[in-house]
């Protein structure tokens, strides 16, 4: 196992990409071009990072940042995937977090902001490649994506830094009728079975989270409204193939403490 440290350094490098917020529905607000660098300092004992958006007919916008430590609210694997953000829901304060996949030359980010009464606020997917990749963005998410039986394998890290869980997970999805899912998830010691209505790129369940379907194989879950005495989770999926597809989920306890970050890595049987 890598030091925390270590696996920040996965992210080094040139990225080239775009910002785009997204409506609380999906809905495209705006897409902004950017270049974010990480760069290494000190034999790699400090992080430079350049954030560099370049909105159309205007000015780019710049901000600087350098760091040699990592804050609380960050966990990452070996292979550089990570979240970031709130450590705790409050009353009467905003709350978000932001959840990054990598693979190979290319990284795939989610930021979900939510407002001052829980309510889903914005989202933010940022698509980003290394200058020398080769790799091409997916198309976007359909629901004929996801059916199927995936059988995975996931890795659980804790804020505490306590040993990681390693576990199998197997997830279930099948369409019943042209606008209904029913959705069957097994770890260990539980199976939860739901069922969820779509409607375009949108799949509502009907325990109040919403997947939305989005550009680049991506997807994002995660409640429509958070509640302080109900535990949940944020969620980014991402297509790495049609058979293999990859979620990062940060969890949350029913005290809005957050508790864990799983990465679920699975194959479709």
């Known amino acids: 196992m890598k030091s925390q440290w270590q696996c920040l350094l996965e992210n080094v490098g040139y990225w080239h990409g775009s910002f785009t917020r997204l409506s609380p529905r999906g809905e495209v607000i705006e897409d902004t ?13 400090t992080i430079h990072q350049i954030v560099r958006r370049l909105p159309p007919n ?5 901000k600087v940042f350098e760091y040699s430590s990592l804050g609380r609210g960050i966990l990452l694997f070996d292979n550089g ?10 009353p009467f304060a905003e709350f978000g ?8 030359s290319r990284r795939l980010r989610l930021v979900q902001l939510f407002d001052k009464s829980g309510q889903l606020e914005r989202l933010t997917l940022i698509r980003e ?4 990749a080769t790799e091409l963005e997916k198309p976007p998410l359909t629901v004929d994506d996801l059916i199927g039986t995936w059988q995975g394998e996931a890795v659980t890290l ?23 899912l029913l959705q069957q998830l097994t770890i260990p010691e539980r199976t939860i079975t739901s ?10 369940f009907d325990t109040g989270y919403q997947v939305l379907l989005l550009p680049d194989g991506a997807s994002a879950t995660c409640p429509v409204q958070l509640k302080a005495d109900t535990g949940f989770f944020l969620e980014v999926g991402w297509m790495k193939s049609p058979q293999e597809r990859q979620r990062l989920i940060r969890t949350y306890s029913n005290r809005g403490e957050w508790v864990n970050l799983t990465l679920v890595t699975e194959y479709r049987s």
């Open 58 to 62: 205007l000015p780019p916008e710049e």
């Open 195 to 204: 069922t969820a209505t779509i409607s375009g790129s949108i799949i509502s």
């Open 97 to 104: 977090a932001e959840l990054g996949l990598i693979h190979q």
């Open 158 to 180: 804790y804020p505490d830094w306590r040993s990681p869980d390693t576990y199998s997970t197997m997830l279930k999805i099948e369409r019943v009728g042209e606008s209904k």
């Open 81 to 90: 995937a990570f979240s970031s953000g709130s450590i705790q829901l409050a």
């Open 129 to 132: 490649k290394l200058a020398e």
């Open 33 to 45: 071009p950017t270049m974010v660098s990480l760069t290494g300092l000190n034999d790699n004992q």
